[in-house]
């Protein structure tokens, strides 16, 4: 099932992506709490104006080690190195990346995201399937200049517009090979798949269960399996995942 999330008259509502014809079934309330009661109203693909499909209760929550690299080859029995974002770095499909004036370097990273259905702390490998919503894409946004400055992170990944996610969520899905590419202003510049992660999903989640309390609508961003890509202002970035879709951000500078 793929679930999304517009902006309507009466405020952002949830919706059932038609398989068929692309139109959303607008639900009465949240799918992650209320189940899938339709209202009755259907909003046509070409008039529907997405926004993120999640907002996180709490955090987003990187990894720095996801996947292996030619000068760093992580133990995937180790628990992951970790970052977090804060739920006001969170924006939707189209929702301009704004470049502050104090960032110089920002590069931009197509991630699997993980969305946290329940309460879970210390969650057992067999038992992650129980603590998953679905999955999205995620563009980790990194100011790389302020991450030499500051190796902490926070405000080189946690800055506003810093972590797009959409465009929608999907419920069901084999993340053990899909493929994750960028392109830019057309022009594919990344290409790779998840199974190259050092950890599967599972894993993921159940190490990073072990080092935060996960809540309802948390995010995991798994990492990408390539460099971040430089973009400048005026591109067009779009992270496409197998499966999921397409992420599209135009990149802005601050007013």
């Known amino acids: ?11 952002p509502r949830f919706a059932v992506v038609d398989e068929g014809t692309g139109n959303y079934h607008v639900l ?4 992650m709490y209320a189940g899938l009661e339709p209202t009755g109203q259907i909003v046509n693909r070409a008039d529907a104006n997405l926004v993120s499909p ?23 029995n180790s628990l992951p190195l970790t970052f977090l974002k804060p739920n006001t770095s969170v924006v939707g499909p ?31 490998v067999e038992r992650v399937k129980d603590v998953i919503f679905g999955y999205t894409i995620a563009n980790d946004v990194t100011d790389m ?7 902490r992170s926070a405000r080189a990944k946690g800055f506003d517009t810093a972590c797009p996610i959409g465009p929608i969520i999907v419920t069901d899905l ?30 993921i989640v159940s190490q990073v269960s072990q080092v935060f309390t996960l809540l ?12 971040a890509i430089a ?6 970035v779009v992270c496409a995942i197998e499966g999921i879709g397409e992420l599209r951000n135009p990149v802005v500078a601050s007013a």
């Open 94 to 124: 189209n929702v301009p990346i704004t470049i502050p004036p104090w960032a110089s370097d920002v590069r931009h990273e197509p991630e699997l995201a993980i969305v946290i259905s329940r309460i879970a702390k210390d969650v057992p």
């Open 54 to 76: 999640i907002i996180p209760r709490s955090k987003v929550v990187g990894l720095a080690d996801a996947y292996p690299a030619p000068e760093f080859h992580p133990d995937p």
């Open 231 to 236: 973009t400048n202002v005026g591109d067009d």
């Open 145 to 151: 200049a302020s991450l030499v400055e500051d190796p």
């Open 216 to 227: 309802p609508g948390d995010v995991i961003i798994t990492g990408s399996p390539f460099p």
């Open 174 to 203: 084999d993340t053990s090979d899909l493929q994750i590419t960028v392109s830019v202003n057309g022009e594919e510049r990344g290409r790779g798949t998840t199974a190259d992660l050092v950890r599967d999903v599972p894993q």
């Open 28 to 31: 009465a309330d949240d799918p």
């Open 1 to 11: 099932m793929k679930i999304a999330r517009l902006t309507l008259n009466q405020g």
